[in-house]
């Protein structure tokens, strides 16, 4: 397949942002364990991520824990957030084949014949004649704010995760016997997780995930529609990635380990032809992993 300049551009923003984000997140995570984990009752290790530092105030502690999940949510959701994204531009404004790539016409949200007629745009040329409707410039400002939208969600997940987190910390530092239950509930924790890769309702929303806007389907190229995309992405993938998610967090939000393990995961069954088998397989895993820690500090 032949590419041309709006799929290079996008291709191209995508592995400067994946670069960049992932070095952020590296040396974040580097950083942190530079200043060591606080020991606790039970043998097991505390993150500095639920700490305020010397000196630091709670809304700074926010701001900076806030800052490195954006970077690490970019980083980790990237991967399996472009064919998504591929997917919008081919529905608002942009086609690529072996014949090369084309604007599609979208000049209006389109009903009736302006409906068929936009499809037909997306199939092939009509009357011998490009059609052509979105530049590349608005095009990548669309894209831009699907990606927003689908951020923003997961910003909004880290600030909820945050303030858990710190009240986790603060209770387990109080309470020595809680503190030695931990390992346990951990264990508990991704036990439950990869049960959850077993369900009908994963399944849903890996199906949603996959395929959102839909092969063949038309959307008005205007920023309303595009916000409100990224924003249905995001909620559809936190669902979708929310039990993987919740592994990450429990055994160490800064483990650079934990985050590369759930990030190709999450990515398998997302991307993978077969994606709810590999989702499955996952589970196997993943229960098995529950089973061990469990077993390992009963």
């Given at each position: 397949m032949s590419t041309c300049a709006p799929q290079r551009a996008f291709f191209g923003v995508s592995?400067?942002?994946f670069a960049a984000s992932a070095t952020v997140t590296i040396?974040?995570?580097a950083s942190m364990s530079a200043m060591g984990e606080m020991s606790m009752a039970g043998g097991w290790t505390m993150s500095m991520a639920w700490m305020r530092m010397p000196g630091q105030t709670w809304p700074?502690?926010?701001?900076?824990f806030m800052g490195m999940w954006v970077a690490?949510?970019?980083a980790m959701m990237l991967p399996s957030l472009m064919p998504m994204l591929w997917r919008y531009r081919?529905?608002?404004?942009i086609t690529c084949g072996s014949s090369g790539c084309r604007a599609n016409d979208m000049g209006g949200g389109g009903t009736g014949d302006q409906a068929g007629s936009m499809r037909g745009g997306m199939r092939g040329r009509i009357g011998g004649e490009l059609r052509v409707g979105v530049s590349g410039t608005r095009l990548g400002w669309l894209t831009a704010l699907v990606g927003g939208g689908y951020y923003l969600v997961w910003t909004l997940f880290g600030m909820v995760a945050f303030p858990l987190g710190v009240a986790l910390a603060a209770i387990e530092m109080q309470h020595p016997a809680l503190a030695r239950a931990v390992p346990i509930a951990v264990?508990?924790?991704v036990l439950i997780?990869?049960?959850l890769q077993f369900t009908g309702w994963k399944a849903r929303q890996l199906a949603c995930c996959r395929e959102v806007p839909g092969r063949g389907r038309v959307l008005p190229a205007n920023a309303a529609t595009a916000w409100r995309h990224g924003m249905r992405l995001g909620f559809y993938c936190v669902k979708c990635c929310a039990s993987l998610m919740g592994i990450l967090l429990v055994v160490g939000v800064m483990d650079l380990r934990a985050m590369a393990v759930v990030t190709v995961a999450m990515t398998i069954e997302r991307l993978a032809p077969a994606g709810e088998r590999f989702?499955?397989?996952i589970g196997v895993v993943v229960v098995g992993t529950g089973l061990l820690l469990i077993t390992h500090y009963y």
């Open positions: 592995a400067l942002l040396v974040w995570c700074g502690a926010a701001a900076s690490m949510m970019v081919q529905a608002v404004g264990g508990v924790v997780a990869g049960c989702a499955q397989a």
